[in-house]
């Protein structure tokens, strides 16, 4: 069974920075790390898991959503099957919980019905 986990979550201040990390275990039917898209959604109170940022296979292209651009960062360590998330000069709008998955997804779509495996998530909460 693959076993997703997120850190770095925390309570941080309007303006300030946090890193994300994931990591996985083994994936299911031998799947490496590099085998499949990964990417970063969030959820916040009373709202649907939204797509923040995706990337490729390989680390070689990327999806943002309008509200992160210029401000978030996503890469993939495949060496160390880890994934991390740079999150710059955070706003208050950026509060929720952040869940790392993976799946047979596209980068370019980036929707969460294409991805099956997610961690159980971190809480960013950003103050104003």
């Known amino acids: 069974q693959v076993q997703v986990m997120e850190a770095g979550g925390g309570l941080v201040q309007a303006g300030e920075s946090l890193t994300l990390s994931c990591t996985a275990s083994?994936?299911?039917?031998?799947?490496?790390?590099?085998?499949?898209?990964w990417g970063w959604f969030r959820q916040a109170p009373g709202k649907e898991r939204e797509a923040v940022t995706c990337?490729?296979?390989?680390?070689?292209?990327?999806y943002y959503t309008d509200s992160v651009k210029g401000r978030f960062t996503i890469s993939r360590d495949n060496a160390q099957d880890t994934l991390s998330l740079q999150m710059n000069g955070l706003k208050p709008e950026d509060t929720g919980m952040y869940y790392c998955?993976?799946?047979?997804?596209?980068?370019?779509?980036?929707?969460?019905?294409?991805?099956?495996?997610w961690g159980q998530g971190t809480q960013v909460t950003v103050s104003s």
């Open positions: 990337i490729s296979r390989h680390g070689d292209s990327t």
């Open positions: 083994r994936l299911l039917s031998g799947v490496p790390f590099d085998g499949y898209v």
């Open positions: 998955g993976t799946g047979p997804s596209t980068w370019q779509s980036c929707l969460s019905s294409g991805f099956n495996h």
